[in-house]
């Protein structure tokens, strides 16, 4: 069905749900849903799911597309233990940085092993007791004033061909700028300074939400950067095995498809993980993985036996890698 299209391209759309084990480093289930659900409606399918899966204790680590009222009680209400960014724009979210602002950079509140600062603070968000765990990253603030000024710049020049053109200014370029319309249908225009350094005072800033009593801030920023494993496993799905596009015209062979792309995704994860482990061979990409095992060949003799060529120094610390040994090459080849 025709839904959200990051690419802004016309065409109908599906949506994949998937677990993905952190410590097996493997996908374990997915699902489609129509095109024209959102991201946040999905959530409280796959918690469903989960629970028929015999999948229990899960921790849920999400981004701030899940934030939702409904998405939010009803992790509550079954036991849910979650992690989730709370959207900057929200009013509650410049309240919380407001209220840590002062003194969140001290040394007390360094999180060396990510060269943050980060703070605890006990709130109440969609009625519910939840921790909101409040960071500043002073590379972050470099890139948000960066980004800042950058759309500020870019509303100016919208708002000059406005008013060449004697256009009314929209409601999102009050945001920085001071508009006023005169009778003639001209408009003039300035920038808005207190609300430009309102914004910039909460540059760097960025918040997490959880429901999980006694954990600290250092351990819930690095949960949540984990959650980058699974997507990056999408990322595999879409881009390197060529699921970005799925090129069919009937769902009993989409869902084919999807279901050889599954266990395709299986196998290529695997290995990843398998490569990625031994040290001798941990840098090599994965393309370079199956390049250099592509290049693996044998002869058929006279008498029909086969016999492995040679393989390379390379070859032989990737197969070591996989578990592999090149004498038991030969019983792999078909």
């Known amino acids: 069905e025709m839904g959200y299209n990051r690419d802004k391209e016309y065409l109908p759309q599906l949506n994949l749900g998937m677990y993905y084990g952190i410590s097996s480093h493997l996908p374990v289930y997915y699902c489609l849903y129509n095109g024209s659900i959102t991201d946040k409606t999905d959530l409280i399918s796959m918690m469903t799911e989960a629970k028929d899966l015999g999948i229990e ?12 009222d409904d998405n939010f009680k009803y992790m509550q209400d079954n036991g849910y233990i979650f992690i989730t960014a709370l959207p900057g724009g929200r009013l509650d979210a410049a309240s919380l940085i407001d209220s840590v602002k002062p003194n969140i950079r001290k040394a007390a509140n360094r999180i060396d092993e990510y060269e943050v600062y980060g703070v605890c603070v006990a709130t109440k968000i ?11 990253d002073p590379e972050k603030q470099v890139a948000d004033e960066k980004e800042l000024y950058s759309r500020i710049g870019r509303l100016r020049t919208d708002l000059e061909k406005l008013s060449k053109k004697n256009k009314r200014a929209t409601r999102k370029y009050t945001d920085f700028f001071k508009v006023s319309e005169n009778k003639a249908n001209t408009m003039s225009f300035e920038p808005d300074n207190d609300k430009i350094d309102e914004r910039l005072s909460r ?3 960025f918040i997490l939400l959880s429901n999980e009593q ?9 949960t949540y950067r984990n959650r980058d494993v699974i997507e990056k496993s999408f990322d595999q799905f ?4 060529d699921f970005k596009r799925m090129r069919t015209h009937w769902d009993r062979t989409t869902e084919g498809k999807m279901f050889v792309g599954f ?16 040290s001798t061979v941990k840098h090599l990409t994965i393309e370079k993985v199956l390049m250099e095992l592509k290049k693996i060949r044998t002869v058929t003799l006279s008498n029909l036996t086969r016999h492995l060529l040679p393989i390379t120094k390379i070859q032989r610390l990737i197969l070591a890698g996989l578990g592999l ?5 030969l019983d792999s080849f078909i």
Do not use: E, P, Q
Request: glycine share 6%; hydrophobic share 45%; charged share 20%.
């Open 203 to 205: 540059a760097g800033f």
């Open 126 to 136: 969609y009625d519910l007791d939840i921790n909101a765990h409040i960071y500043y």
């Open 214 to 222: 006694g954990a600290n801030s250092s351990w819930v920023l690095g």
């Open 325 to 329: 040994s090149s004498d038991k090459m």
């Open 238 to 241: 879409k881009n390197r095995l």
């Open 57 to 68: 204790n899960v921790r849920f680590v999400m981004d701030r597309g899940f934030v939702t």
């Open 263 to 278: 266990l395709s995704l299986i196998l290529r994860s695997y290995m990843m993980h398998m490569v990625k482990r031994d």
